[in-house]
T-cell receptor, first 114, second 108 residues
């Protein structure tokens, strides 16, 4: 089945530790995105990538890094510089459908700080 | 400056009721509009795109009012399974902006 997968479902981070969240898609979508969602809040864009080997900062990129070496993969690293990383992280990819760029989401990763 | 605003609710309605949500946006150059549904602790799922002429999908009707810069979602004959948070999404040049969502609770 085609879709977007994220792993792990839950991730625990210790103080000062970098952690990497995986996002893979087999939908052949060009664009991919990372969002953060805090309780009762909307989705906030961290990074996005429109093509391989290119990515752009979103609204809250500080303390995060990404890479886009393959079309299918867009991993997100939460660095020790991100002081409040506890959140629900959502990866999405998009394709033009009916003249609109439509996003589809993975199941998300919950990151908790120990 | 809030670019996309939604009433957080919750909207508490009985089964079979009709309920409507609005979402206002500030960027008059916005091109694309969507409604997503998000269940508790799950990812958002596309409910429907919103077209200029309005569009319907079963019990769901979406409308766009460019002059007043809002979109709406109407749900007819509410089901218990419609209970969720409904996210409004507005897309300008390239980046989509999400509203905080409107919570709907449908009770027996």
């Amino acid at each position: 089945d085609g879709g977007i997968t994220q792993s792990p479902k839950y991730l625990f981070r210790k103080e000062g530790q970098n952690v990497t969240l995986s996002c893979e898609q087999n939908l052949n979508h060009d664009a991919m995105y990372w969002y953060r969602q805090d309780p009762g809040q909307g989705l906030r864009l961290i990074y996005y990538s429109q093509i391989v080997n290119d990515f752009q900062k979103g609204d809250i990129a500080e303390g995060y890094s990404v890479s886009r070496e393959k079309k299918e993969s867009f991993p997100l690293t939460v660095t020790s510089a991100q002081k409040n990383p506890t959140a629900f992280y959502l990866c999405a990819s998009s394709i033009e459908r009916d003249y609109q760029e439509t996003q589809y989401f993975g199941p998300g990763t919950r990151l908790l700080v120990l | 400056r809030k670019e996309v605003e939604q009433d957080p609710g919750p909207f508490n309605v009985p089964e079979g009721a009709t309920v409507a949500f609005n979402c206002t946006y500030s960027n008059s150059a916005s091109q694309s509009f969507f409604w997503y549904r998000q269940d508790c602790r799950k990812e958002p799922k596309l409910l429907m795109s919103v077209y200029s002429s309005g569009n319907e999908d079963g019990r769901f009707t979406a409308q766009l009012n460019r002059a007043s810069q809002y979109i709406s979602l109407l749900i007819r004959d509410s089901k218990l399974s419609d209970s969720a948070t409904y996210l409004c999404v507005v897309r300008g040049d390239y980046i989509p902006t999400f509203g905080r969502g409107t919570s709907l609770i449908v009770h027996p």
